[in-house]
């Protein structure tokens, strides 16, 4: 089968170890999820989350062109996809994650004068209180 990155697909655990989950895509084809890419938060045991024969869906994240090995996510499926140009009518309820301070404007002006305004914005984004 020809796979592509972003591709879901379906297939079952063939090994477990310490740093990742091995998944058989097909006769021919094994994928690796990396412990990172298991779920969101930490795992300390993959063998009390996953057995061998448990069949499992997954995301591509990346193929290497020289060594063909497979890179998949679980995390990945709980992530919704973020369209530039949602079509008419399509969901638009999709949270999007900035990482600075969007309602400062701080322009270039120096960390000293905005450091007080950005904390601020960020210890209210915390306590939930969304202006």
């Known amino acids: 089968m020809d796979y592509k990155i972003g591709q879901r697909v379906t297939g079952t655990v063939s090994g477990i170890q310490n740093y990742g ?4 895509l097909d006769s021919k084809t094994q994928g690796l999820v990396h412990i990172s890419e298991c779920k969101n938060g930490r795992i300390d045991n993959l063998p009390e989350e996953f057995h061998i024969g448990q069949p499992v869906e ?3 994240l990346d193929i290497d062109n020289y060594s063909k090995k497979i890179s998949l996510s679980f995390r990945q499926l709980s992530i ?3 369209h530039a140009n949602p079509k008419p ?4 309820n999709i949270y999007k994650h900035f990482w600075t301070a969007t309602r400062v404007k701080a322009g270039f002006k120096p960390i000293a004068e905005t450091i007080e305004a950005s904390k601020s914005e960020a ?3 915390i306590r939930g209180n969304k202006k």
């Open 89 to 92: 009518g399509e969901n638009r």
């Open 21 to 24: 989950v091995f998944v058989q």
């Open 80 to 82: 919704p996809k973020v």
């Open 58 to 60: 997954a995301i591509i």
């Open 123 to 125: 210890l209210g984004r």
